[in-house]
C-alpha cells in the first residue's frame, strides 16, 4: 500500500480558499485512485472527490461541486484538492485514500472501499 501525507490545512474566513495536498511516498501512487473524504467533529466520515490514476476523470460530492476541484501531479507523486468558496459548514479534518483495484467505474466512495489512508488535515472555517 501506498503512504500517503496530506497538509495544506488550517484557520480561515468564509469565502476564502485553501489547497490540501497529498504526497506518496512511493512512484506506484500513479497506479492509484485518490480521493478525499472529510470528517467534522461527531459526524461521519463522508466522500469529497475522487480522481482517476491519469487524472482525467474526477467526480464530486454535490455538496461541493463547483467550489472544489482536485488534479494530480504524477511528477511530484501529490494530489491537490483546490478548495474555493469555503463555508463554516466545510470545517472537518481533511483526508486523502488510495486504493490500486478496480476500474473508474466500479471504484466506491464509501471510506471502506479504500485502504490507504493519510493522517489528516485540519481546514477551520470562521464566518
Known amino acids: 500500500q501506498v503512504q500517503l501525507v496530506e497538509s495544506g490545512g488550517g484557520l480561515v474566513q468564509a469565502g476564502g480558499s485553501l489547497r490540501l495536498s497529498c504526497a506518496a511516498s512511493?512512484?506506484?501512487?500513479?497506479?492509484?485512485?485518490i480521493a478525499w473524504f472529510r470528517q467534522a467533529p461527531g459526524k461521519e466520515r463522508e466522500f469529497v472527490a475522487i480522481?482517476?490514476?491519469?487524472?482525467?476523470?474526477?467526480d464530486y460530492a454535490d455538496s461541493v461541486k463547483g467550489r472544489f476541484t482536485t488534479s494530480r501531479d504524477h511528477d511530484n507523486n501529490t494530489v491537490y484538492l483546490q478548495i474555493n468558496g469555503l463555508k463554516p459548514e466545510d470545517t472537518a479534518v481533511y483526508y486523502c485514500?488510495?486504493?490500486?483495484?478496480?476500474?473508474?467505474?466500479?471504484?466506491?466512495?464509501?471510506?471502506?472501499?479504500?485502504?490507504?489512508w493519510g493522517q489528516g488535515t485540519q481546514v477551520t472555517v470562521s464566518s
Open positions: 485514500a488510495g486504493k490500486g483495484t478496480d476500474t473508474w467505474y466500479d471504484v466506491g466512495r464509501s471510506p471502506a472501499d479504500f485502504g490507504s
Open positions: 512511493s512512484v506506484t501512487f500513479r497506479y492509484y485512485f
Open positions: 480522481i482517476s490514476r491519469t487524472g482525467f476523470r474526477t
